[in-house]
């Protein structure tokens, strides 16, 4: 399977920390996506990285392409309570497969 | 601006019942995908559609049929539902099939089969 896989399952911080997630993948990717889940909501797109990009910014959120590892990480920074939710990785193929995701806790 | 907007949002069937799931989006998006998630197993892609009169199988798509009836809209009818079918909906879009596009979903359709 080329599905993602996100590490850690479940990370808990304090408000203001920074929150750092990583996801493995096992095949060659053209793109790589992150997308944020709510609790009882649909996925949001956050942001897409290419694979011949190392590290794309936006706002608050860093990611960062490793191809030689078939690694990606997530790095949000300040968290707030209302990033509290789960993240999933998407690696394409001819479609995407996401991973089980990352439940994220931020503490108020 | 709706987005992708999935009709019911929670449904409850009997084994062997049929139901269809309703997705239409606004976007004009070309591509429209099903997925179902499950705890543990992350989403995984049951049907999609390119473009508009085009649909193909994903990952598991047994137990599912599909319909792009038009631009916006894009069904997916269980037949003759199974427990194994529990599980919450999801449908998708995107502006084209290919991974450089990101995917707008809809809010979901939790579906108990009993």
């Known amino acids: 399977s080329q599905q993602g896989e996100e590490d850690p399952q479940a990370l808990s911080i304090q408000e203001g920390e920074n929150a750092t997630m990583n996801c493995s993948y096992k095949?060659?990717?053209?793109?790589l996506q992150w997308y944020r889940q709510n609790s009882g909501r649909g996925l949001v797109h956050l942001i897409l990285?290419?694979?011949?990009?190392r590290e794309k910014h936006s706002g608050r959120l860093r990611v960062t392409l490793d191809t030689s590892k078939k690694s990606s990480s997530l790095l949000i920074t300040a968290s707030r309570a209302a990033d509290t939710a789960s993240y999933f990785c998407?690696?394409?193929?001819?479609?995407?497969?996401f991973g089980t995701g990352t439940s994220l806790t931020v503490i108020p | 601006n709706a987005g992708v907007t999935q009709t019911p949002k929670f449904q409850v069937l009997k084994t062997g019942q049929s139901m269809t799931l309703q997705c239409a989006q606004d976007?004009?998006?070309?591509?429209m995908y099903w997925y179902r998630q499950d705890p543990g197993m992350g989403l995984r892609l049951i049907y999609y559609?390119?473009?508009?009169?085009?649909?193909d199988k994903g990952e598991v798509p047994n137990g599912y049929n599909v319909s792009r009836l038009n631009k916006r809209e894009f069904s997916l009818r269980l037949e003759s539902a199974a427990p194994s079918q529990t599980s919450v909906y999801f449908c998708?879009?995107?502006?084209?099939?290919?991974?450089?596009?990101?995917?707008?979903f809809g809010s979901g359709t939790r579906l108990t089969v009993v």
């Open positions: 559609s390119a473009s508009e009169g085009t649909t």
């Open positions: 095949t060659s990717i053209n793109n």
């Open positions: 990285i290419r694979s011949n990009e």
């Open positions: 998708a879009s995107s502006e084209a099939h290919g991974t450089g596009y990101g995917y707008t």
């Open positions: 998407a690696t394409d193929g001819n479609q995407f497969y």
């Open positions: 976007m004009n998006h070309n591509s």
